[in-house]
């Protein structure tokens, strides 16, 4: 079951709630200052909770990436709805309030990078297990 869930799904669970929760708010939360960290060259890395968001995000990209390359049903169902992810992260994207911005853009690239990656890889991978099955015969 935990292995056919898109963990992206997760990022856009995390966006839509801070999103929802902090409605009334004149400043979006995720241009809201999260952290400051000096730099060695005398700058100071300001990071918002937008930039957390989408570090937080490519983590699950990442993770999701090294989860494509197993084969079998549970892997055919996460693609399936990583499709799905994308397909609703688009939509919110287009035509929901507080989702049009750069911070989400990127999620929604992320997103369709999950389920193209995923669809090649697998391809690949069956292809290369089909010629394997094939030479053992």
Do not use: C
């Not at 911005?101 to 999620?107: G, K, P, T, V, Y």
């Not at 369709?112 to 290369?128: H, K, L, P, Q, W």
Request: overall charge neutral; charged content about 10%.
């Amino acid at each position: 079951m935990l292995q056919s869930f898109p963990l992206l799904a997760l990022s856009l669970l995390i966006y839509a709630a801070f999103t929802f929760l902090s409605g009334g708010n004149p400043q979006p939360w995720y241009d809201a200052p999260s952290v400051n960290i000096p730099m060695n060259s005398g700058d100071i890395w300001h990071l918002t909770m937008g930039h957390l968001f989408i570090g937080f995000s490519f983590v699950m990209l990442f993770v999701e990436l090294l989860r494509s390359t197993r084969s079998g049903r549970a892997s055919v169902m996460n693609h399936g709805l990583s499709v799905l992810v994308f397909i609703g992260a688009l939509l919110m994207f287009t035509t929901v309030k507080g989702y049009g911005n750069s911070i989400f853009f990127l999620f929604v690239a992320m997103t369709f990078t999950d389920f193209m990656v995923g669809f090649i890889i697998t391809t690949a991978t069956s292809r290369r297990d089909i010629a394997i099955g094939r030479t053992s015969e």
